[in-house]
T-cell receptor, first 112, second 114 residues
Framework: KNQVEQSPQSLIILEGKNCTLQCNYTVSPFSNLRWYKQDTGRGPVSLTIMTFSENTKSNGRYTATLDADTKQSSLHITASQLSDSASYICVVQGANDYKLSFGAGTTVTVRA | NAGVTQTPKFQVLKTGQSMTLQCAQDMNHNSMYWYRQDPGMGLRLIYYSASEGTTDKGEVPNGYNVSRLNKREFSLRLESAAPSQTSVYFC?????????????FGNGTRLTVT
């Protein structure tokens, strides 16, 4: 069973609207959680990193949250733009083995 | 500043043929990785090199070999391609496996095995 589960698998939103992506993980002990954005035909690019002590972090219109107690993270996209259309991947790093565990990603489509 | 460069971008092989995917990074990173990405399955680690001179298996190493040629270059070889190896292959590097540094990915090689 995958140690990182993302939901929804895909979503479609209208330009200007907000959306929230979820990431649940079972990796333990946990070191950090990172969100990547992958545009079609390109490699993933890091958006933000959350460590154990952080609850919220923003990067422009992207806001990530982390609840280490419930092992849940979310990525909120505010005022979506067409360029936000991409796949968003949650990656969790273990604290002991430094292993990276990948979610399957959420595909976001922003329509005009 | 090129980052991580992968070649080729596309490749079609017949079953049984061999090929080598090339990867180079110009960021002086210690660790390098090869992943495959299949629909609905996320990125899966094939092999990685924690530092120059070392290589280790990931979760799906069967049918592949790697070479860490020097600190910059990390190649992936398919000795006898199979249709199950049809996938998009990504090379990545990071400053060090043991810290919080992000992965930097190339733009992938789309491989089709017929």
């Amino acid at each position: 069973k995958n140690q990182v589960e993302q939901s929804p698998q895909s979503l479609i939103i209208l330009e200007g609207k907000n959306c929230t992506l979820q990431c649940n993980y079972t990796v333990s002990p946990f070191s950090n959680l990172r969100w990547y954005k992958q545009d079609t035909g390109r490699g993933p690019v890091s958006l933000t990193i959350m460590t154990f002590s952080e609850n919220t972090k923003s990067n422009g219109r992207y806001t990530a949250t982390l609840d280490a107690d419930t092992k849940q993270s979310s990525l909120h996209i505010t005022a979506s733009q067409l360029s936000d259309s991409a796949s968003y991947i949650c990656v969790v790093q273990g604290a002991n083995d430094y292993k990276l565990s990948f979610g399957a990603g959420t595909t976001v489509t922003v329509r005009a | 500043n090129a980052g991580v460069t992968q070649t080729p971008k596309f490749q079609v092989l017949k079953t049984g043929q061999s090929m080598t995917l090339q990867c180079a990074q110009d960021m002086n990173h210690n660790s390098m990785y090869w992943y495959r990405q299949d629909p609905g399955m996320g990125l899966r680690l094939i092999y990685y090199s924690a530092s120059e001179g070392t290589t280790d298996k990931g979760e799906v190493p069967n049918g592949y070999n790697v070479s860490r040629l020097n600190k910059r270059e990390f190649s992936l070889r398919l000795e006898s391609a199979a249709p199950s190896q049809t996938s998009v292959y990504f090379c990545a590097s990071r400053e060090d496996r043991l810290n919080n540094s992000p992965l930097h990915f190339g733009n992938g090689t789309r491989l089709t095995v017929t």
